[in-house]
């Protein structure tokens, strides 16, 4: 089961994904009607999105096209920067960075770790 956690930072102009498991779509689903409940009462285009996917297992064939939908959402709602974390998961890797380049987010950042 997939697990998620949004926070918005309107001091520092971030919005704040933290996500754990392994996503069903149904789980993919409901962290979409969250995630846009978040941004709905924010100018995305003055924040940036930081995505922690440390816990995030690879996700499933089967769920990889409402994935895709989500990196396509962060494209079109003009995040600043999108800057997911990412450490010792080679193929999570490759998987998120396919997404983000056919989705065309730009701004995309795949790090190990956010800065304090």
């Known amino acids: 089961m997939g697990k998620y956690v949004l926070k918005t ?13 392994t996503f069903s779509n149904e789980d993919g689903l409901r ?42 959402m962060f494209k079109s709602d003009g995040f600043q920067q999108v800057t997911l974390a990412l450490e010792n998961n080679p193929l999570l890797k490759m998987q998120l960075s396919r997404l983000g380049r056919k989705a065309g987010l730009e701004s995309m950042l795949i790090v190990p770790t956010f800065q304090a």
């Open 9 to 21: 930072d309107p001091e520092n102009k971030k919005l704040h994904i933290y996500l754990e498991g």
């Open 31 to 72: 962290s979409i009607q969250a995630y846009q409940q978040v941004v709905n009462p924010i100018i995305p285009s003055e924040y940036e999105l930081q995505i922690d996917c440390r816990k995030l297992n690879v996700t499933a064939p089967d769920v990889v096209p409402l994935l895709e939908s989500c990196f396509v």
